[in-house]
């Protein structure tokens, strides 16, 4: 029977070992599309600091981004205690000793350059860390950046991972993302051209897609150089204008039975080269409002194995 290419197969035959991807979220980075940049509030369903006093902070801090950098020192703590954290976690619980960093949150290349190049080096010096993972939007990589991720991608395992969402201009514009696909499309061809290996992420379920829309996107982006892939629900949390939308009744989030489909066909569809980085929400936590299918994860994870069984799949 065929099986997806998970991005965890993919691991283990690399390394021989068992892998993990750590994510950190770094204090302070932010996004165009939250700091006045490119736009505020951001894209409709990502929480940030124009919906959470608590996060105002973080803005404040990343308006101080343009020279020096003087919370550098901070933010170095912060990635060693996250990342020593899950390490002795993953260690203790599961025996596991190598780690992809993974800057997760927010846009992880948009800083000056020597700030970048300081936290991605102290990563790479951490206890067990084989190699980097950098989510980012594809309108965040500068010429000197990309110059810099092609040279670490020659001496380690490196990935950059862009927020795709989605093919349909329609679509980026209704969620307020401030960036146009063949943008998005470039950026990814220019990663490529430098050796730099990227992971695309799309979103199921956006505001007025269809199911052929949503695979349209697919096969855009594979029809891309990427090398891996994650899927997602669109879900609604707390601090988004998505949850007022979703609160006056102007959206409606996708049920659970319409990914399942959707996603089972966008798997089927996968060129084996591209391997499956996740297919799950992953959100568990009291921020989550709609829809509550997306908190059992072990019940949407043995949904989609059936329906791929039924295909002739193993995930
Ligand atoms: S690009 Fe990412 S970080 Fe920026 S507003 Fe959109 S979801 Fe949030």
Redesign the pocket.
Known sequence: MRRVATFGRYLRAHYGVPVRKIPLSIPGF?????DGSLGR???S????ESFSPNLTTRLQQSLSFDSANPFLADQLTALRQQYRKSATWYRQNHGVRHFIAYFQ???NTYAPLQTLKALYQEALRQPGCVGLSIGT?ADCLKEESIDYLAKLAKKHDLWVEI?VQSSHEATLEATN??ERYEAIAQSIQTLADRGIRVCAHLIFGLPDESEAQMLQSVERVCALPIASIKFHPLYVVENTALAAEYRTGSFTPIDEARYVAVLTEALLQLPPSITVQRISAGVDDGSLIAPLWCRDKNRLMGAIRKALYHKGVLY
């Open positions: 932010t996004c165009p599309n939250i509030g951001g894209c369903y990502c929480e940030n949150s927010f846009s939007r927020g993302r401030m």
